[in-house]
C-alpha cells in the first residue's frame, strides 16, 4: 500500500500509461526483428522489454538470437522513423489517466514525465494531447547512461522537479520501470490493465485504472 506520507511530487511513465503507444512500439520493433529473421511477438516485446532503452534491447535480442547486428545507430533510426510516421494523428490517452493528471494539478503537486522514448518522439505525444503545459519537467533516457531498470531517469526527473527521491511517487506501468522506481527510493503505482503475466515487482499498488486511486488521503498538508 502507499504509505500515508506527503508525496510532493509525481513522475509518469509515458508510454502505456499517458499515451496508448506502447502496443504500436512493440509491433514496430516486432517488425524490424522480423527483418533480421527474429520472430518475437509484440506482446513478448512488451512484457519483457517495455521501458528498456533501444541501446539495450536490440543488442540484448540480436546476442540471444545469435544473429549479427547491424549498426545499433541504424536499427534505432529505423524504429523512431517508422514509429514517428505512425503515431502523428493517432495518439490515444490510456483511459482515466487525463482525469487523474488534472486531479493532481489541483492539488498543486508537480509533474514529470520519465520516458525511454526519444525526446522528440515524448514532445510529439504530449502535443497530441494537449498536455505540454501540465508537466514541469520532461526526461528521456537519451539523457542519462543507464536506462531502466536502473534508477536513472527517476533521480533525474526529482531534481528537475526540486523533489527528493522519497517524496516523489512513479507511474508506471512497465515491469523495468516499476523495478526502476523502487531502485530510486520511490513510492510505484503499477498500472497494469487485464490480466498480469508473471510475477509483477513488488510496488506499493496496483490497479488497472488511475480512476481507482483516491489520491487525496495520500497527501498530508
Not at 6 to 19: E, L, Y
Not at 43 to 67: H, Y
Not at 137 to 142: E, G, H, L, N, Y
Request: glycine share 6%.
Amino acid at each position: 500500500m502507499l504509505k500515508k506520507q506527503s508525496i510532493k511530487a509525481v513522475i509518469f511513465d509515458m508510454d502505456g500509461v499517458i499515451s496508448d503507444t506502447q502496443d504500436i512500439h512493440a509491433q514496430t520493433e516486432s517488425e524490424i526483428l522480423k527483418d533480421y529473421g527474429i520472430n518475437l511477438h509484440p506482446d513478448k516485446i512488451s512484457r519483457r522489454f517495455a521501458g528498456v532503452s533501444l541501446n539495450e534491447m536490440f543488442p540484448q535480442i540480436f546476442n540471444e538470437w545469435e544473429k549479427d547486428m547491424p549498426p545499433l545507430v541504424q536499427l534505432i533510426e529505423e524504429k523512431w522513423e517508422r514509429i514517428t510516421n505512425l503515431v502523428k494523428g493517432n495518439v490515444k490517452e490510456v483511459g482515466g489517466t487525463l482525469e487523474f493528471i488534472a486531479s493532481l494539478k489541483n492539488f498543486g503537486l508537480p509533474l514529470a514525465v520519465a520516458s525511454a522514448s526519444h525526446l522528440s518522439f515524448i514532445d510529439l505525444v504530449l502535443g497530441e494531447l494537449n498536455l505540454k503545459t501540465k508537466f514541469n519537467a520532461v526526461t528521456s533516457a537519451q539523457e542519462v547512461e543507464r536506462g531502466k531498470p536502473e534508477p536513472d531517469i527517476f533521480l533525474l526527473a526529482a531534481r528537475r522537479l526540486n523533489a527528493v527521491p522519497e517524496d516523489c511517487l512513479v507511474i508506471e506501468d512497465g515491469i523495468s520501470g516499476m523495478i526502476a522506481a523502487k531502485r530510486a527510493g520511490m513510492q510505484c503505482i503499477g498500472l497494469v490493465r487485464g490480466k498480469a503475466d508473471g510475477d509483477l515487482p513488488e510496488v506499493d499498488l496496483i490497479v488497472p485504472d488511475l480512476r481507482h486511486v483516491q489520491f487525496e488521503q495520500y497527501i498530508k498538508p
